[in-house]
C-alpha cells in the first residue's frame, strides 16, 4: 500500500506554507487511501446537526464522536508506517484548525480532536511501542486543543483564568520546541517551525494582556505595541486569524491610552440587577394541564431509585409569578393574564474561578398567556465594565466553560445555557408527563418545549463615575453619581449597554472597541433622562433618578416582551405541524387501500383544530397591542414601544403572514371534491350493476319468446354478469381499495350468517316460550 520513497519528504515542509496541506493531502489520499475530506467533515459540527436535528434544539454530541471515530480508525488502519502516521496526525491538526476558525462549539471540536489521539494511540500500540515522530505530531495536536481552551476561558471573562492558562500555554510550546530541536527529520523540522511561531505569538498576546492590566489600572507603562506589533510581522509569518486577535488588542490599548491622557470618566455599577431569560413555548398541552401536572408531581415525593442523578426537583409552587402586579389589568380574562405559575428552584452558582461565584435565583414561569420562561437573577454591585460586559454574555452558548450547579441536585454543567437545556428540553418534559387525570391523554398531542432566543435584562440603578477601572475608595471622597442615561452613555466603557450580549472571543478588552449605536434607544419613558435599549438578545433600563418601583414596571413589560420569542416559536412550530400532517394526509389518501373515510375525518378534525388555534392567536396579538392589557396608559405606551424596537412586531407580522397563507389553503376541499369523485365511481357501479340486472331480464325474456338457442343466451348472460362483477368491483376496489374490499367480502356473509343464526334462536326461543 506503502512504498519506501516518499516523494512528499523529498522536499522540506516549511510552516505556514499553502502548499504543505495540500502535499500532506495527496500523500494520504494516493499512498495510503485515507479519506481526508471525511476526516476534515469530522470537525463540521453543523452539517451533522442539519441532519440529525434540523432545528437546533437538541444535543448531538453523541451522534458527532461516534461518526468522527469511525472515519478515524479507517484512517489510522490505512497508515501503517511511522510517517504516514505522523502526517495523518499533521492533516487531523490542519481541519482542527481549520474549522477552529469557523466554530463556536469548541468543546466538540476539543472532544473530537480528544477521541482522534486515542483512536490512533490504541489502533497504533503506540503505549507498548513508542515512535517519537508520532509522539511529537500528536503533541502538536494536543498544542491546539489547549490554544482552544485558552480562547474558552477568555469568553469565560475572567483575568486570573486567561493569565494562568496563557502561561501554561507558553510553557508547552517551549517544551515542544526543545523535543523538536533533538529530533531529526523534516515532520520534527515543520512541527518545530509551525510551534516558534506559535510561541512567539503567545508571548505578544502575554505583553499585550499585561499592557493592557496596566492601562486599565491608570498606570502608565509605556509598551509600544504599535512598533512592537510590526516588527513581529516582519519577522514571524503570522495568520490572518492571529493577526486580528492581535491587532483587537493593540486597539483596545490605543483606546485605553487615548481615554487616560484625556482623563475621561470611567462607568461603574455601583446596584443593579441582571436578569437572564430563556423563553420557551408548550405544545400538547394547555396552561390548565401544565399547572395541574406540575403541582402534582411536586406534591408527589419521588419514590426510591426513581430520583435521577442530576435532577433539578423545585422548592416551591405559587400561583402568581408577578411582583408588579398592579401593572397588568386584573378583569382580563383568565386565559388571557400574563401571571401564572411558577416553580421556584434551588440557587444556580456559577464558579468562574477562584476569586468569583455568581448565586442566581432560579424560577420557572407559565403564563395562561403561553408566554412561559425559565428566569434567572441576580443582584450585582460595584461592576465596571469589563465585568459587566462578561456579565452579559454569561447565558450564550458561546459562553466559556464554567462550573454550574443547581442546590440539591448533585450534578454540575459546562455553562450555564447547557443548564438550561437540560431543564428545559429534558427534565421539565418528565416533569410534564406526569399527573395525567385519564387514560384519554395518551392518545394527546406529544409533549413539547420550543425555545426561543435568550435574553439578558440588565437595570442600571445606581451608577457613578471614575477616573480608572478598580478605583478604589479613598478616604471619604465620594465620587459623583450619574443622574441620567445622556451622562451614563458619555462615560469610558458605557458602549457595552448599547450592544447585543457579545461574544467577546478576541480580547478581554472588546467593550472599549465598541461603537454607539442609537437605533434601538428609547428616551424619557418616565423621566427626563430616562434610558431604556433593546436590542437583539438584550435590554438595559436605566431610570437612575427615579425610584425602583418605577424601573421595575419597565422590567417587568420587558421580560414579557423577551418572553414572547418563545411564544412565537411554539405558534410557528404549531403551523409547521399542520402544513406536514396535511402533506401526510393527502399522500394516505391516495394510498391504495387507505381508510379514505378516516383520512377525511382526520382532515376534518384537524382543520377544527387550526380554527381554535386561528382564534387563540389572534386574540393574543390584538391583547398585544391593546391598551386594555396594562393598567396604566404609560406602560401600555411603553410595551408598544418595546415591541417595536425589539423586532417583535416584525416577527407577529411574520406569523400572521404564515397563519392566512395555512388559513387559506384549500386542502380540505380538495379532499372533499376527491371524495364526491370517488363517491360517483360508486354511483356509477351501482347503475352498471342494475343496468346489468335489467339486461339479463330482458335476456329471459327473449329466451322465453323462443329467440336464438339457449346455449347462445346462457353465454351471453354470463358475459354480461361476469361484465358487471368486473366493473362493479373494479369501482368498489378503487375507492375502499383491495384490503378493505377483501375483508367486506369476508365480513358480509360472516355477519349475513350470524344474523341468520340469531334469527332462528329467537324463532326456536319464542316457539317454545309458546309451549
Not at 283 to 306: C, H, K, M, V
Not at 310 to 326: E, K, L, N, S
Not at 395 to 402: D, L, M, T, Y
Not at 669 to 692: N, P, Y
Request: charged share 25%; glycine share 6%.
Amino acid at each position: 500500500m506503502e512504498s519506501l520513497d516518499d516523494d512528499l519528504l523529498d522536499a522540506p515542509l516549511e510552516a505556514r506554507s499553502d502548499t504543505v496541506p495540500r502535499r500532506i493531502e495527496s500523500h494520504l489520499q494516493d499512498r495510503c487511501g485515507v479519506d481526508t475530506q471525511g476526516i476534515r467533515d469530522c470537525f463540521i459540527w453543523n452539517g451533522l446537526q442539519s441532519e440529525v436535528d434540523p432545528g437546533g434544539e437538541w444535543d448531538i454530541e453523541e451522534a458527532y464522536l461516534a461518526r468522527a471515530t469511525a472515519v478515524f480508525e479507517a484512517a489510522a488502519r490505512r497508515t501503517q508506517r511511522g510517517v504516514s502516521r505522523a502526517l495523518l496526525c499533521l492533516w487531523v491538526h490542519h481541519s482542527s484548525v481549520r474549522a477552529w476558525n469557523h466554530t463556536y462549539r469548541v468543546d466538540l471540536l476539543t472532544k473530537c480532536m480528544v477521541r482522534f489521539a486515542a483512536t490512533a494511540r490504541e489502533l497504533w500500540g503506540l503505549d507498548s511501542e513508542p515512535d517519537p515522530t508520532v509522539e511529537l505530531a500528536l503533541r502538536l495536536c494536543e498544542l491546539v486543543q489547549e490554544e482552544i481552551l485558552l480562547e474558552d476561558r477568555l469568553k469565560t471573562g475572567s483575568r486570573l483564568r486567561y493569565t494562568e492558562f496563557l502561561d501554561t500555554v507558553i510553557g508547552s510550546c517551549t517544551g515542544v520546541l526543545h523535543d523538536a530541536a533533538t529530533m531529526p527529520g523534516p515532520v520534527a523540522a515543520y512541527i518545530g517551525d509551525e510551534v516558534a511561531v506559535r510561541h512567539q505569538y503567545h508571548l505578544a498576546l502575554r505583553e499585550a494582556n499585561r499592557a493592557l492590566t496596566a492601562k486599565s489600572a491608570g498606570q502608565r507603562k509605556k509598551y509600544e505595541f504599535r512598533k512592537e506589533l510590526r516588527r513581529l510581522v516582519n519577522r514571524w509569518p503570522f495568520s490572518s486569524v492571529e493577526l486580528s486577535k492581535l491587532n483587537a488588542h493593540r486597539q483596545a490599548l490605543e483606546r485605553l491610552q487615548e481615554a487616560q491622557d484625556e482623563k475621561r470618566p470611567w462607568m461603574r455599577v455601583d446596584e443593579g440587577r441582571i436578569v437572564y431569560l430563556f423563553p420557551f413555548g408548550v405544545t400538547g398541552l394547555d396552561y390548565g394541564q401544565i399547572a395541574s401536572r406540575l403541582r402534582w408531581a411536586f406534591e408527589q415525593p419521588p419514590e426510591e431509585g426513581e430520583e435521577r442523578p442530576g435532577m433539578v426537583r423545585p422548592t416551591a409552587v405559587i400561583d402568581h409569578f408577578t411582583y408588579h402586579a398592579d401593572i397588568w389589568e386584573p378583569r382580563l380574562e383568565r386565559d388571557k393574564r400574563f401571571d401564572g405559575t411558577e416553580l421556584i428552584l434551588g440557587k444556580v452558582r456559577l464558579r468562574v474561578d477562584e476569586e468569583t461565584t455568581e448565586e442566581l435565583n432560579a424560577a420557572i414561569r407559565f403564563s395562561p398567556m403561553g408566554v412561559h420562561c425559565l428566569r434567572l437573577e441576580r443582584t450585582v454591585e460595584d461592576l465596571y465594565p469589563s465585568e459587566l460586559h462578561a456579565a452579559m454574555f454569561r447565558a450564550a452558548r458561546e459562553h466559556g466553560a464554567i462550573e454550574v450547579d443547581c442546590e440539591q441536585s448533585g450534578r454540575t454543567w459546562d455553562r450555564l445555557a447547557r443548564f438550561a437545556r437540560d431543564l428545559l428540553l429534558t427534565q421539565l418534559p418528565e416533569q410534564l408527563s406526569y399527573g395525567a387525570e385519564d387514560e384519554e391523554s395518551k392518545d394527546d398531542a406529544p409533549i413539547c418545549i420550543h425555545r426561543g432566543r435568550s435574553h439578558v435584562l440588565v437595570r442600571v440603578l445606581r451608577a457613578s463615575e471614575r477616573q480608572r477601572e478598580f478605583e478604589p475608595h479613598i478616604g471619604e471622597v465620594d465620587r459623583p453619581m450619574v443622574q441620567d442615561g445622556h451622562r451614563l452613555l458619555s462615560l469610558v466603557g458605557a458602549s457595552v449597554l448599547l450592544h447585543a450580549a457579545p461574544d467577546a472571543k478576541e480580547s478581554l478588552w472588546d467593550w472599549i472597541r465598541l461603537a454607539d449605536d442609537h437605533s434601538k434607544q428609547i428616551w424619557n419613558q418616565r423621566n427626563q433622562g430616562d434610558l431604556l435599549i433593546s436590542t437583539e438578545n438584550t435590554t438595559v433600563i436605566a431610570a437612575l433618578d427615579a425610584p425602583n418601583f418605577i424601573s421595575g414596571d419597565l422590567e417587568a413589560i420587558a421580560e414579557f416582551t423577551a418572553c414572547l420569542s418563545g411564544t412565537l416559536a411554539a405558534w410557528n412550530f404549531q403551523l409547521d405541524s399542520y402544513r406536514a400532517g396535511v402533506t401526510e394526509l393527502i399522500a394516505a389518501y391516495n394510498t391504495p387501500g387507505a381508510d379514505r373515510g378516516a383520512q377525511l375525518a382526520a382532515m376534518k378534525a384537524a382543520r377544527t383544530r387550526m380554527l381554535g388555534f386561528e382564534n387563540e392567536t389572534r386574540q393574543v396579538i390584538s391583547l398585544l397591542h391593546s391598551p386594555t392589557l396594562l393598567r396604566s396608559p404609560s406602560n401600555a405606551a411603553a410595551l408598544r414601544r418595546l415591541l417595536a424596537v425589539s423586532g417583535i412586531d416584525e416577527q407577529i407580522e411574520t406569523f400572521e403572514a404564515r397563519l392566512n397563507e395555512v388559513m387559506a389553503d384549500q386542502s380540505e376541499a380538495t379532499l372533499q371534491r376527491w371524495e364526491g369523485d370517488r363517491q360517483q365511481r360508486v354511483r356509477d357501479s351501482a347503475t352498471a350493476a342494475v343496468s346489468a340486472l335489467s339486461i339479463c331480464a330482458a335476456i329471459s325474456i327473449w329466451q322465453g319468446a323462443g329467440f336464438w338457442t339457449p346455449q347462445a343466451w346462457g353465454w351471453t348472460t354470463a358475459v354480461v354478469a361476469v361484465w358487471a362483477v368486473g366493473y362493479v368491483g373494479q369501482r368498489w376496489v378503487s375507492y375502499n381499495g383491495f384490503r378493505a374490499t377483501a375483508r367486506f367480502v369476508v365480513k358480509v356473509p360472516l355477519a349475513f350468517a350470524g344474523w341468520v343464526w340469531r334469527a332462528a334462536t329467537a324463532w326456536r326461543m319464542r316457539a317454545i316460550r309458546e309451549r
